[in-house]
Structure formats: structure tokens, C-alpha cells
């Protein structure tokens, strides 16, 4: 079956550190891969996304994330956090031909110390 | 535009009971979904729909009817409430199957 897997389930950080979210997914046939972000009380909002063509995508409030096809690794990055990323973070993948479902990861909870 | 809108936001339900989750787009999209999230366990798809009258089963479709008589409104259907279905609920909707979802602002459901 199907599966992504954030390595990470609970992240703490300290303002101006350097944040890397793992992101791995079994599937080995063409995808799409998402970042989403969920901030406190908030629904889900889209960081990035990879369709096709360059590897390293670069998203929304400074963050980016680079496709390693060979790894099936999606990670995301950001070089400088800031207490306002505070936030759950879900990668998601959507495997072509199969319906348009969208498969997320557990989730990576992202705690930024002021 | 508003985008995708989820009613209620808030529901208490007792064991046995049903109730429809209503989730509207005016973004014309054709792929609308529902999802729960639960902690721990990301979101989990319940049914989804690539159109008007075309509806398949998720992840976990147990327990939830779906139906997409427009395109505009996707209702899921809870038939006889369980506590298994506390949870919050996200629809969601995207121009084509493989374009990037916009998610509503969620339902979150109690079933006592």
C-alpha cells in the first residue's frame, strides 16, 4: 500500500535555527508531492508543491524543498525559522492515475522557541 | 470567491445518531474529498469525487455515504454516529485530480 512517512513527529527549534523536515513515500510510479501547513486553530494552507522539471521548488515565507526521486525523499527546508512557524506540517503525495487521492504523511509538529 | 466552505463547525452528536456534514466550492472545481484528521495519524481520506455523479471510497469509507448531485456540493452523510468518528473533518477541492486542494476550514465532530 501506499504510504508517506515524516520521520519527525515533534520539532523544537529556537528562533533563527535551521529547520529540515524528512519526508519519505513508497510509490513507484509518477507522483505529485505537496507541503501543507496547519497553524493553530487554522485549516490546511499549501507551503509548495512538484509537479515536474526542477527538484528544488521553493514555496511560500521562505520555504523550500528538493525532490530526490531516487530517495523518494521530499524534504522541506527553511535556513532561518521565525516563532510565527509555529505549525503542524504534512507532506502529501498524490500518485498519478489513481483517482486523485492524496496521501499525507502523520504530520511534524513545529515548535519555535522565541 | 469563497472558496471551500464546511458547515457546521462545530457538532455534538449522540451514539446512533445522523447528521450531514455540508461542503460547498464556487471555485468550478471537479475533485472534491473528504478527509478526518485524527492526532498522530495526518489525515486519512473518506471518499472522494472527479465529478458530478462519480464518487469513490477512500481510505477509511466505512461508516459515511458521499454523494455529488452538483458541482458545487459534496455533503458527507454520517449514517449512525459511533465515538470511532470523533474527529475533525476537511473537505477539500482541486481544478482536475492531480492539481493542487483547497482545504475548507473543518467540522470538528464529538460523538458522546
Known amino acids: 500500500a501506499q504510504s508517506v512517512s515524516q520521520h519527525n513527529h515533534h520539532v523544537i527549534l529556537s528562533e533563527a535555527a535551521s529547520l529540515e523536515l524528512g519526508c519519505n513515500y513508497s510509490?513507484?510510479?509518477?507522483?505529485?508531492l505537496f507541503w501543507y501547513v496547519q497553524y493553530p486553530g487554522q485549516h490546511l494552507q499549501l507551503l509548495l508543491k512538484y509537479f515536474s522539471g526542477d527538484p528544488l521548488v521553493k514555496g511560500i515565507k521562505g520555504f523550500e524543498a528538493e525532490f530526490i526521486k531516487s530517495k523518494f525523499s521530499f524534504n522541506l527546508r527553511k535556513p532561518t525559522v521565525q516563532w510565527s512557524d509555529t505549525a503542524e506540517y504534512f507532506c502529501a503525495v498524490k500518485p498519478h492515475n489513481q483517482g486523485g487521492k492524496l496521501i499525507f504523511g502523520q504530520g511534524t509538529e513545529l515548535s519555535v522557541k522565541p | 470567491n469563497a472558496g471551500v466552505t464546511q458547515t457546521p463547525k462545530f457538532q455534538v452528536l449522540k451514539t446512533g445518531q445522523s447528521m450531514t456534514l455540508q461542503c460547498a466550492q464556487d471555485m468550478n472545481h471537479e475533485y472534491m474529498s473528504w478527509y478526518r484528521q485524527d492526532p498522530g495519524m495526518g489525515l486519512r481520506l473518506i471518499h472522494y469525487?472527479?465529478?458530478?455523479?462519480?464518487?469513490d471510497q477512500g481510505e477509511v469509507p466505512n461508516g459515511y455515504n458521499v454523494s455529488r448531485s452538483t458541482t458545487e456540493d459534496f455533503p458527507l452523510r454520517l449514517l449512525s454516529a459511533a465515538p470511532s468518528q470523533t474527529s475533525v473533518y476537511f473537505c477539500a477541492s482541486s481544478y482536475r485530480e492531480l492539481h493542487q486542494q483547497y482545504f475548507g476550514p473543518g467540522t470538528r465532530l464529538t460523538v458522546t
Open positions: 510509490y513507484g510510479g509518477t507522483v505529485n
Open positions: 469525487s472527479v465529478g458530478a455523479g462519480i464518487t
